[in-house]
């Protein structure tokens, strides 16, 4: 079956860990995107990436890193300078100039 | 960069109503989405549309460009299709920057 897969669905963590997330998909897709959702909010660009070896931050990046090394996986580290990183986390993907955006179902990251 | 306006921010239903929600955006664009996102957090895409009219069921969908505004109609409504709708755009100088608008909260009541 195509799609995107993240992992986990949820994820506790202490302050002043940093954590990654897990984002991969089978689409074929050139380009991968992370979106940021807060409570009753909309969801905000962390960073995208067209193309293998190549990504450019988003609106919101501060306290983010990410990596592109394989077309399939593209995986975000939520930093401990971070300062509000409990959100839910979405991954998405597309072909190149973006075309239609596919989903995974999320991560629900708690840092206490 | 692009700016993405949704209206109305809030709307309640009864059930087998029909309702228009609204994007509007600031520059030209070259993609142009429309998304529900269910009760669970899941984002559907359901309609890719940067220009025209599509139609898939019940929903509908017309963007036009040259005025900046895209439209999404929803008929016969059930309680299955409240949860949040969510406009996205890229273009003007960020044609790779996929911005989402900050949504529109459907509730549909029996």
């Known amino acids: 079956d195509g799609g995107i897969t993240q992992s986990p669905k949820y994820l506790f963590r202490k302050e002043g860990q940093n954590v990654t997330l897990s984002c991969e998909q089978n689409l074929n897709h050139d380009a991968m995107y992370w979106y940021r959702q807060d409570p009753g909010q909309g969801l905000r660009l962390i960073y995208y990436?067209?193309?293998?070896?190549?990504?450019q931050k988003g609106d919101i990046a501060e306290g983010y890193s990410v990596s592109r090394e394989k077309k399939e996986s593209f995986p975000l580290t939520v930093t401990s300078a971070q300062k509000n990183p409990t959100a839910f986390y979405l991954c998405a993907s597309s072909t190149r100039r973006p075309g239609q955006q596919y989903f995974g179902p999320g991560t629900r990251l708690t840092v206490t | 960069g692009i700016q993405v306006e949704q209206s109305p921010p809030d709307l309640i239903l009864q059930e087998g109503a029909n309702s228009t929600l609204r994007c509007n955006f600031s520059?030209?664009?070259?993609?142009l989405q429309w998304f529900h996102q269910n009760p669970w957090g899941q984002l559907i895409n359901l309609f890719y549309?940067?220009?025209g009219t599509k139609q898939n069921g019940r929903l509908s969908a017309t963007t036009v460009a040259t005025e900046r505004y895209s439209l999404l109609y929803i008929s016969s409504s059930q309680t299955t299709d409240s949860g949040v709708y969510f406009c996205a755009v890229s273009g003007g100088t960020s044609y790779d920057k996929v911005i989402f608008g900050p949504g529109t909260s459907l509730s549909v009541i029996p």
């Open positions: 990436s067209q193309i293998v070896n190549d990504f």
């Open positions: 520059d030209s664009v070259n993609n």
């Open positions: 549309i940067p220009s």
